[in-house]
């Protein structure tokens, strides 16, 4: 998914986005068979440095780690049932 694009794929407008405190990114989460289960990988791509650093104040490292854990908890108990 992405915040870089406006409806109607338009790109968004950095100098809104600096206004505004926002910065853009684009975000690709991929799951892919692995012989022990499945890898998953979740890739996110900046507009520049400065919103890189403004998302990992935002503790976005600790944020994919938590998603993925809530999704392996999720799927044991799928696998359960």
Known sequence: WTNAL???FRP???ELDKDSGAFTFTATISLEPHQNGTKYRAIV???DEE???KHHEMGF???WG???DQLVEYMKKVASS
């Open 61 to 63: 490292h600790a944020g």
């Open 12 to 14: 968004s407008k950095p």
């Open 45 to 47: 791509i900046h507009g």
């Open 66 to 68: 938590k998603a993925l």
């Open 6 to 8: 406006q409806p109607g």
């Open 51 to 53: 919103g890189c650093k």
